[in-house]
Nanobody, 122 residues
Framework: VQLQASGGGLVQAGSSLRLSCAASGRTNSTYIMGWFRQTLGKEREFVGA????????FYSDSVRGRFTVSGDNAKKEVYLQMNSLKPEDTAAYYC????????????????WGQGTQVTVSS
């Protein structure tokens, strides 16, 4: 499974941004799509995840109510809609795929895309 994240950029606080993650390869072997973020010198942090079958989602406390994970199985894409962005949301964002639900640990995800940088200015 190959994952390609895109959509990052520089935005002002309070703005919105949508990240996309395109999957290819044997995607039927993965049931969960997750988003993580990481800043320099810190561990990769769970943001949110989507169960492809049924569409269940769950989020970290820091983004719940502001961020939404959704997906389009036909396009093999997953999205992270980020609203009311804050400077502390600045990070490299990664999409990941796995088979455990719910899964919020990096160790529960088998496949990773490259990061896309999100910078929120105050």
């Amino acid at each position: 499974v190959q994952l390609q994240a895109s959509g990052g950029g520089l935005v002002q606080a309070g703005s919105s941004l949508r990240l996309s993650c395109a999957a290819s390869g044997r995607t039927n072997s993965t049931y969960i799509m997750g988003w993580f973020r990481q800043t320099l010198g810190k561990e990769r942090e769970f943001v949110g995840a989507l169960r492809r079958s049924g569409g269940s989602t769950f989020y970290s406390d820091s983004v719940r109510g502001r961020f939404t994970v959704s997906g389009d199985n036909a396009k093999k894409e997953v999205y992270l809609q980020m609203n009311s962005l804050k400077p502390e949301d600045t990070a490299a964002y990664y999409c990941a795929a796995g088979r455990s639900w719910p899964a919020s640990s990096v160790y529960e995800y088998e496949y990773w895309g490259q990061g896309t940088q999100v910078t929120v200015s105050s």
